[in-house]
């Protein structure tokens, strides 16, 4: 959510990503990082990030943070960021296990094709099979 409010807020105030880095004295790859969804500022760039763009903090989280009493708004930004974070890691790992999974599932169905055209006995029991399924499927 963070990531496309960012997005969406500097492209509506004109922004290229360098010039809101130049804003924020941070290099341009970090709005990428913050705009792909792969990390989040701290709450101190948070608060100048909000203030360059004109928005609130909230608007930027894309939810309502309420300051609990006895405790400072830094403080409270940045247990807000750190559950961003931990959902960001979440993400990454379960990206990540799905691109290991898809991997092995091509390297078993390249494995599969190369056994199948290259020793003639398999071809003859694939083409068995598929005959077989077909009779099957059309009784």
Not at 41 to 62: R, W
Not at 106 to 122: H, M, N, P, Y
Request: proline share 1%; net charge negative; glycine share 6%.
């Amino acid at each position: 959510m963070f990531s496309e409010n960012l997005k969406t807020m500097r492209k509506e105030k004109g922004f290229s990503q360098e010039q809101l880095a130049t804003r924020l004295n941070v290099v341009r790859q970090t709005i990428s990082k913050w705009e792909k969804g792969l990390s989040v500022p701290d709450a101190e760039l948070l608060i100048q990030l909000a203030e360059v763009l004109g928005v609130d903090v909230s608007d930027l989280l894309g939810k309502k943070i309420e300051i609990i009493e006895g405790q400072s708004e830094e403080r409270t930004l940045a247990l807000e960021l750190a559950k961003l974070n931990e959902l960001i890691v979440v993400y990454g790992k379960k990206a990540s296990d799905l691109k290991k999974k898809i991997g092995i599932a091509i390297a078993v169905i390249l494995l599969i094709i190369f056994v199948c055209t290259t020793f003639d006995i398999w071809t003859d029991i694939w083409h068995d099979f598929g005959k077989n399924l077909y009779y099957f499927l059309n009784d």
